[in-house]
């Protein structure tokens, strides 16, 4: 055996070894799980001789499946080409690509991705003249969502579950919805699970093909499959059985989307002879932090009972603070933040601010920002998300699916044509004159009699680009075709043209996304060095995360929802907010289930940290136009006292001791210094806007400018003659 194996626990090695049959792999926090799963990938390959073509590996983000492939690569020399590595969505996206004949779309069928499905569903009810005030199209789409994760098809939910208004309207919405995907030649995320599944229902044939090619099949996170997800492994192991899920019924935090904790609970029963095997010791966190989650997550019944333990050293307790309000909150976790650079020699990449919901980074990214530490937001605005980007996406996504009117819509006058929503009307509606889409429409362009030689002109030179372009996305790779577009349709320049920052910005993310292009071509290479072309490109992009674009190379503390935190590690982490009402969430507080998943996004999040772990709650908080009096969280309560320190309101105390700390870093003092009457931290009150905290000063000679928070909520610099100190 490699000798790499021995460096696996007794528990890791059994996981590799254990081939044959379904395996329950239970993978605590920190306990070496990816490790695992690749070196078990690498003895089916190079100890039991099995084929990769024969192997089905499925995580939950395409950054983890890359992370395997270049384990494997690496340290294994085994090529990851002819191995199925990825997420449920792309697997999905491949099968129905492949099986394409058998569906109501074509092999280049466009994946629409959540703002798209706004956009569709918002346009689909104004057509169908139903109220978004009455209906919000957010929570319509989530009612569809529901029913696709559930394998329920329109048609069948028109059947049998429409007994009231709201799902009268809600069956319209789903197949108006449904239909229009279909004319696109589109699906969603959650279509490309449904269809595999329906696929496999309806083909037995197919199902054989991907039961007899996948003879061992391997599932992370199996804790947050929903049922589709269920259904897929299910079927495809359903021949030889030999199917490892790994995952841990503690870190189960996705039940709001789908998630069904009971599909781990049940493997068992689902499998009869299911070998279980946990791993337990964490190779992450300290003793005492590891004890805290422990005696949290015990309160939890729906669980396996198991107990993380390490060989690390006991570590320092868990502070536990108490501050007034928001404010106090944001400083004392930035001063932190920088009494924690001044201690110890680590970067603010070790740091991670962890809340509940995104509303609350808000005065964490004022504190930040006025006591100049650098931050991110993770889970903010999707880089694919951008106008820029979208814009140059809808260009590529046309290329590749003609039948996508969203994307010709959103390029037809960008960059200005001059072709204004009137003409583009007339186009549309000599389009479903003829029964074409868009872009086949202009073939026809001459035909149009309600359409002026002028503006059929400007149509007409629109297609013949896009034809120029069609030509070329068959024969040039992803990063030339990327290049060439930018380039003829002078993006960069029209950016940068535009005045201020935002011009500068969108140039540089146009940027960005070609850099990503000519990345994608250089490691996505096949078996014979052949470069990916355009549909290969367009299905990484559409699947991709904002966890998958997390970048450490910056220097700076991440701020992030405990949602989000899932999967990483830090080795210094706040749990901010630590409130009845936020942690857990006043929406799950009165039933049980809910109650126990926000328990374990309580445990989640005590467990990404490494060393230091500090969880502050406030008093008193603020809640769009009303302050809030909270209570500390009721999982604060449950925390083995043996493990906490707690501070109670020693804010100011606190605080000094920062401050001498800080000045001690030459690079941080200029932002602490303080005037003869004020400093960060002072109450104040302005004739105006009444009373408030100092959050930051900026001294110009003799007068100094402060950053302000007032009690209404607004964040203004004012000169500090203008306020008097209370």
Known sequence: MNELYLKLNESQQEVVKSTEGPVLVLAGAGSGKTLSIVHRIAYLISEKMVSPWHILAVTFTNKAANEMKSRLEKS???????????????????????????????SNFTIFDANDQDTIIKKIMKNLNISSKQFHPSKVKSAISFQKNNLISWQEYEQNYTDSFYTKILAKVYKAYQQYLVKNNGMDFDDLLFYVVNLFKKNSKVLEKYQNKFEYIMIDEYQDTNYAQYKIVYELGKKYKNVCVVGDDDQSIYGWRGADIYNILSF???????????????????????KAANSVISNNRARHKKELWTKKHIGNRIKIVEL????????????KIKEIICDNNVSLNDIAVLYRTNAQSRVFESEFLNANINYRV???????Q????KDVLAYLRILANPRDNESFLRIVNFPKRHLGNVSIGKLIDFANQKAVSLRKSLEYIEQCQDLSNNIKDKFQKFNDFLLSYEKKAEILPINELMNNLVDDLKLLSIYEQQELVSGETRADMVKELVASAEEFTSLYKDEFGKKPKLNEYLQQVSLITDIDRTDSSENSVSLMTMHNAKGLEFSYVFIVGAEDGLIPHKNSIEEKAQLEEERRLFYVSI????????????????YYDYYNFNRASRFIDEIDPDTVEYTNKQFERTYQIAKKKINICKEHSANLLTNKEFQVGSKIIHKTFGKGTVLGITKNGAKAKLTIAFESGRIKKIIDSFVEKI
Not at 281 to 289: A, D, E, G, K, V
Not at 324 to 335: G, I, L
Not at 378 to 384: Q, S, T
Request: aromatic share 12%.
């Open 76 to 106: 294994f020399k085994i090529s990851t080409k002819s191995l199925w590595i990825g997420t449920f969505h792309s697997m999905c996206a491949r099968i129905l690509r492949i099986e394409s004949q058998y569906l109501p779309f074509s």
């Open 268 to 290: 068992e029963n689902d499998y009869q002879n299911a070998k279980v095997i946990p791993l337990v010791q964490n190779y992450r966190s300290t003793r005492l932090i590891l």
């Open 324 to 335: 007034d309000n928001e404010n106090e909150e944001a400083m004392y976790v930035a001063q």
């Open 378 to 384: 993770i889970g903010g605005i999707n880089f694919y």
């Open 386 to 389: 951008r106008k820029e980007i």
């Open 607 to 622: 467990t990404r940290a490494k060393h230091d772990l500090y969880i502050t709650y406030a008093n008193c908080r603020r």
